[in-house]
């Protein structure tokens, strides 16, 4: 695991102990699963949606437009999967 990614888990966990609610053993157990989602960081998957969100077709994503549209559709159906 990365410096970055590790430090990114850490600083996850440490905010999440001193939240509302963060003593319980569920918050504890939920604090652990995210810290270990934060880690698990796919660069080739980043670099993928960030080349689909600036490709042209999506043409500026504008608010409104037909390219705004698409890039909604294409970031909930990525999120699914």
Partial sequence: MSTLRRAAAALIAVAAL????AATPRAAQAVATEASRASRIDAARLIK???TLAAPAMQGRLTGTEGNKRAQAYLASSSSS
């Fill in 49 to 51: 949606d960030l080349e």
């Fill in 18 to 21: 001193h939240a509302p609610g």
